[in-house]
């Protein structure tokens, strides 16, 4: 069964904690993507990767940072010094970096609550 | 600065009529144009996309998209909704490569579709 797969579903964290949220993908896809998603509001890019070893800042990167050691695995820490980390966090893929007409797949989703 | 407007923060229609859903954007050259589908609690699903040729493009469960390049537009549509169509709907533009586009996203805020018994 192939696709992109987050967890937790659901992630609770006090104040001054870090905390990391799981994506892998199993589509052998390049490319991976982190959004984050409040309400009203469209998706908002954190970090991208284009392959193995890489990754670059999105629009939104402070206070977030992410590895990407293996193709199938992008991980995205949530550090104390994002100021309002509450939101629904989506993972993202695609085959490949520079191919345009690429759709991206998306995960289910985590939804972090700061306490 | 490039944009993607999704005008209506939701939609009211009655099972069964047509429905539309508004999407306008500013992006320069000829970007690709998607739909998406986002259920509670859920990620979000690829509905379609425009790449270039026809106008009309087809997608997932019936719905249908309209790229209209001079008014910079890309319409939802559905001729007949079901109920099980609510759902909150996300247009999204990548601009070309000549653009700086690549792979990466640009979406509006959401539309919300309420299809109603």
């Known amino acids: 069964d192939g696709g992109i797969t987050q967890s937790p579903k659901y992630l609770f964290r006090k104040e001054g904690q870090n905390v990391t949220l799981s994506c892998e993908q199993n589509?052998?896809?390049?490319?991976m993507y982190w959004y984050r998603q409040d309400p009203g509001q469209g998706l908002r890019l954190i970090y991208y990767?284009?392959?193995?070893?890489d990754f670059q800042k999105g629009d939104i990167a402070e206070g977030y940072s992410v590895s990407r050691e293996k193709k199938e695995s992008f991980p995205l820490t949530v550090t104390s010094a994002q100021k309002n980390p509450t939101a629904f966090y989506l993972c993202?893929?695609?085959?490949?970096w520079g191919g345009g007409t690429d759709t991206q797949y998306f995960g289910p989703g985590t939804r972090l609550t700061v306490l | 600065a490039q944009s993607v407007a999704q005008p209506e923060d939701q939609v009211n229609v009655a099972e069964g009529n047509p429905l539309t859903v508004k999407c306008t954007y500013s992006?320069?050259?000829?970007?690709?144009l998607f739909w998406y589908v986002q259920y509670p609690n859920r990620g979000l699903q690829f509905l379609l996309k425009?790449?270039?040729?026809?106008?009309l493009v087809k997608g997932s469960y019936g719905f249908e998209a309209e790229f209209n390049k001079s008014q910079t537009s890309f319409h939802l549509k559905k001729p007949s909704a079901l109920v099980s169509d609510s759902a909150l709907y996300f247009c999204?533009?990548?601009?070309?490569?000549?653009?700086?586009?690549?792979?990466?996203?640009?979406f509006g805020a959401g539309t919300r579709l309420a299809v109603h018994p």
């Open positions: 993202a893929s695609t085959p490949s």
């Open positions: 992006v320069s050259g000829n970007p690709y």
């Open positions: 425009y790449i270039t040729g026809d106008n």
């Open positions: 999204a533009v990548r601009p070309d490569m000549f653009s700086g586009g690549y792979n990466k996203l640009i």
């Open positions: 589509l052998n896809h390049d490319a």
């Open positions: 990767s284009q392959i193995v070893n």
